[in-house]
């Protein structure tokens, strides 16, 4: 049975409707959903980056999800807002896990394949939400002509398909958004990938990125006071030598 995930769920202060938004979401059958935290950065003043808030105060217990026996998967992420003229060093230079495609305007620039090819040789994958659609028929149009450009361009490979939902009405099945990404030029097979197996590439993407080439992996040592803190091994009563080292007594008939 495939894992479907929604790797962009709107972060909002209003906890209740965070709240329904994850509950919408298992009800639907997703096992994995990110709440997604975007940060536009001006020139005009300095600006700090926004922290995630840790899911234990967002929500009490997590839903279960539609069909298993397990709770909802909730993780953060992160989105800055680049320029047009950052496409580029997004695909080819910059340390990012998705390259989200706009959807609310006509994109001021065609895809290219060579920045394209350059992303998706490095696991990088493009995002295509599609809550705008439903909201305006203006952004319908704007959301289906840059898909349709996009996989053009990659051929339909290492894309994701996501909401950008604001309120739990704006969330659609995961087969509905299959059904939906045939509209953006998706095969049958790539548009289940694009909320499954992709997804969940771009979630172990975003984990090997804090090892060695996904070989190594390093933790933080214990520290001084947690170390004294454990018992000290066990000496030899008596003064005794160690075990090891004790001579070993010759047997006699």
Do not use: W
Request: neutral net charge; proline residues 6%; glycine residues 4%.
């Amino acid at each position: 049975m495939s894992v479907f995930m929604d790797l962009n769920l709107t972060f909002s202060t209003d906890k209740n409707r965070l709240q329904r938004l994850i509950e919408t979401a298992a009800h639907l059958g997703f096992s994995t959903v990110a709440i997604n935290y975007v940060f536009e950065p001006t020139a005009k003043k300095k600006q700090e980056i926004p922290t995630p808030t840790p899911i234990n105060d967002l929500i009490d217990q997590l839903p279960i999800v539609q069909g298993r026996s397990r709770p909802i998967r909730v993780l953060n992420r992160l989105t800055i807002v680049m320029s047009d003229s950052s496409h580029f060093a997004a695909c080819m230079i910059y340390d990012v896990d998705i390259i989200c495609i706009s959807v609310t305007e006509k994109l001021p620039f065609f895809f290219k394949r060579a920045p394209v090819n350059g992303a998706v040789d490095r696991g990088l994958v493009f995002e295509v939400s599609y809550a705008a659609a439903i909201r305006d028929s203006t952004m319908r149009r704007y959301t289906i002509a840059n898909a349709v450009c996009l996989m053009e361009t990659c051929k339909g490979k290492n894309v994701i398909l996501s909401s950008a939902a604001e309120t739990p009405l704006e969330l659609r099945g995961p087969y509905d958004i299959t059904n939906l990404a045939l509209l953006f030029g998706l095969s049958d097979g790539d548009a289940k990938e694009a909320v499954s197996s992709t997804c969940r590439s771009v979630v172990l993407h975003a984990e090997t990125r804090r090892t060695a080439s996904g070989i190594i992996y390093t933790m933080k040592s214990c520290s001084e006071s947690s170390c004294q803190q454990e018992a000290p091994p066990a000496a030899a009563a008596d003064g005794e030598a160690p075990a090891a080292k004790r001579a070993k007594p010759h047997l006699t008939e």
